[in-house]
């Protein structure tokens, strides 16, 4: 059976950083996108980041040059590092797994907020 597991997320001040782990466990299926996105109270779900089977990086507008996403495909596991955090930033956090062969797996979520 297939696990996403998260960690890190909690609170930070305003202009703060912090890392987001994730990792997927208990499958041998070829792992072709890992990424995240967020969602904030009242608003849709957005994504965040990505990397791409390859290698390619997809950033929202909104973090570009303040977020970077990583991925150790040893590990199955993709990480987020956020830099100058802002406010708006705050909402729960989740990770996604696309495989090649099986349907998208998520993450339980992680709250990360921002204070002002």
């Known amino acids: 059976q297939v696990h996403i597991v998260e960690s890190g997320g909690g609170l930070v001040q305003s202009g703060g950083s912090m890392r987001l782990s994730c990792a997927a466990s208990?499958?041998?299926?070829?792992?072709?996108?890992m990424g995240w996105y967020r969602q904030a109270p009242g608003k849709q779900r957005e994504l965040v980041a990505a990397v791409i089977s390859g290698g390619s990086l997809v950033y929202a507008d909104s973090v570009k040059g303040r977020f970077t996403i990583s991925r150790d495909n040893a590990k199955n596991a993709v990480y987020l590092q956020m830099n100058s955090l802002k406010p708006e930033d705050t909402a729960v956090y989740y990770c996604?797994?696309?495989?090649?062969?099986?349907?998208?797996?998520w993450g339980q979520g992680t709250q990360v907020t921002v204070s002002s």
């Open positions: 208990g499958t041998s299926f070829s792992i072709a996108t």
């Open positions: 996604y797994v696309d495989f090649s062969t099986l349907p998208r797996r």
